[in-house]
């Protein structure tokens, strides 16, 4: 029976890409505005029922390629190194990010990534429903924080909600200046430099402010 389950969810995250990576084509060939849910249904030969099973909003369809990200902070707490403190681990994973140019870390010149940053940041709602993934990215990071403090006496709810929304912020203010200057014409090796110093001065900054987590 999980085989079966197995199988059924690897479906199920194809479909997902198939119909989102159909979508985003279709965006940046065309824009966003000037294409509707049915194009998109049409290209992908789904349905607009079963599209609309898959990605609940035109957005989403757009913004699938953030879905795997939005729990990934709270990974990185949840599965750091024994002893390794949670900021220590997020500090790790991002320098890490930058090293392998992860368009996430906006670290990335690849021709198609700018593209897609283009579409996301020049389309007002793609912008408002990203704040929607940024939200839940905080939520997911503030659990694994809270439970990364359980004794009493530790970090409460609300100072866990305090440093995932410090943290998340970081991060996004960090990849959208590596993506602004590779935009401007810098290449990504040219930026590294600077965006791995600009990282370990943000995390810097993390633990002086956010000691129960440091």
């Known amino acids: 029976m999980s085989g079966e389950t197995g199988l059924r969810e690897r479906k199920k ?3 997902y890409r198939t119909i989102s990576e159909t979508a985003i084509s279709l965006f940046l060939q065309r824009g966003f505005d000037e294409v509707s849910v049915a ?7 789904v349905s607009k029922p079963t599209l609309f099973r898959y990605f609940a909003s035109k957005e989403d369809l ?7 990200h939005e729990d990934e902070a709270a990974r990185v707490v949840r599965d750091r190194a024994e002893r390794e403190s949670p900021l220590e681990a997020l500090r790790r994973h991002f320098l890490a990010g930058l090293e392998r140019h992860d368009p996430v870390t906006g670290l990335n010149d690849d021709a198609d990534v700018l593209a897609f940053h283009r579409l996301l940041y020049g389309t007002p709602s793609l912008v408002a429903r990203l704040f929607a993934y ?3 990215s905080e939520d997911a990071l503030a659990r694994a924080l809270a439970e ?4 009493e006496g530790g970090p409460d709810d609300i100072t866990a909600r305090l440093a995932a929304g ?3 912020a970081v991060q996004r203010i960090l ?4 993506w602004r200057r590779i935009e401007a014409g810098a290449p990504a090796w040219g930026v590294q430099p600077d965006a791995v110093a600009a990282a370990e001065r943000a995390f810097t900054m993390l633990r002086s402010g956010l000691a129960p987590y440091a």
């Open 13 to 15: 995250q194809r479909m």
């Open 39 to 45: 194009d998109v249904a049409a290209a992908a030969e």
């Open 62 to 68: 757009a913004l699938h390629r953030f879905a795997d």
């Open 134 to 136: 940024i939200g839940r």
């Open 148 to 151: 990364a403090e359980p004794a």
């Open 166 to 168: 410090q943290i998340i």
């Open 175 to 178: 990849a959208q200046e590596n």
